[in-house]
């Protein structure tokens, strides 16, 4: 090959691996071992993982190993990145209470001067990461109030963990689903109390109060069914806004199958 040749062969090379699709996670993967080891319940964690299972599970070694080879400077589009840190932010908090497991809560694992949240949970694309800079330095930066309804911090009140990831051709639909799934739920999303005037709410709507734009009451509103939207509107100032107790306990298999022989 001519040195002209060669040359023209290498840029075209370099264009080839500039434009190649990002390697991502494996959300086939995910979406069967979600499947597979998390089950929906009545209870308040609405689904339960079994972290038992996972911690000897080498699929979600896999998985872990396919998030960390994804590289999310090439996502394209804002519903691509938000689908793609919703999923990384869910499992890298399965990751971190499954390397940990078995204990009673997320918190546990870290300490009044060294929480959970700011330790690495994982690495994607060559660096590491804890669920702390995931969720406020990209998540709540992107302007999404619904992320809220969708990251799942292995606790009961979290919001539902969803069985199956986040895509960005039905990121709006699988948003809209999980936050009106929650709200309706009345021992953690938000709760109608009409003889003293109050509502109940989760205190996730109370501590990212900032990331409603017309406020967390207002979203609440837009969000339950329309008998409950017209009451809320109609109290006006009389309003009593309450926060629930926010139960901390892992949304664990085990502890629900302790329950149930309780």
Same mark, same amino acid.
């Given at each position: ?9 290498? @840029? ?7 434009? /190649? ?72 908090? @399965? ?25 690495? /949970?994982?690495? @994607? ?95 609440v509103s837009r969000h339950v069914p329309q008998s ?26 085990? /502890? ?7």
């Amino acid at each position: 090959m001519t040195t002209p040749m060669r040359l023209l062969a290498m @840029i075209a090379l370099a264009l080839t691996l500039k434009t /190649a699709p990002a390697q991502a996670m494996d959300l086939d993967l995910y979406a069967a071992l979600l499947e597979r080891h998390t089950v929906a319940v009545d209870d308040m964690a609405s689904t339960r993982v079994d972290y038992g299972a996972l911690k000897k599970s080498p699929e979600w070694n896999r998985l872990v190993r396919s998030l960390g080879a994804s590289d999310p400077e090439q996502l394209g589009s804002r519903a691509e990145r938000l689908a793609f840190w919703i999923n990384a932010y869910n499992i890298l908090a @399965i990751e971190i209470v499954r390397k940990n497991h078995p204990i009673d809560g997320i918190r546990s694992i870290g300490s009044l001067l060294s929480p959970v949240w700011k330790k690495k /949970a994982g690495s @994607i694309g060559g660096r590491d990461y804890s669920l702390d800079e995931i969720e406020h330095q990209i998540l709540r930066k992107m302007g999404e109030p619904r992320i809220h309804a969708a990251i799942v911090c292995a606790s009961n009140s979290c919001p539902p963990l969803r069985r199956e990831p986040y895509r960005a051709d039905r990121l709006d639909a699988q948003l809209e689903d999980n936050v009106r799934r929650w709200l309706a739920d009345p021992r953690k999303g938000a709760r109608i109390d009409r003889a003293s005037k109050t509502l109940w709410l989760s205190p996730i709507l109370d501590w990212f109060e900032e990331d409603f734009p017309d406020g967390a009451v207002a979203f609440v509103s837009r969000h339950v069914p329309q008998s409950g939207a017209d009451w809320i509107r109609a109290q006006g100032p009389a309003l009593r806004i309450r926060y629930f107790e926010y139960d901390w306990s892992l949304n664990d298999t085990a /502890a629900s199958s302790k329950r149930s022989a309780d």
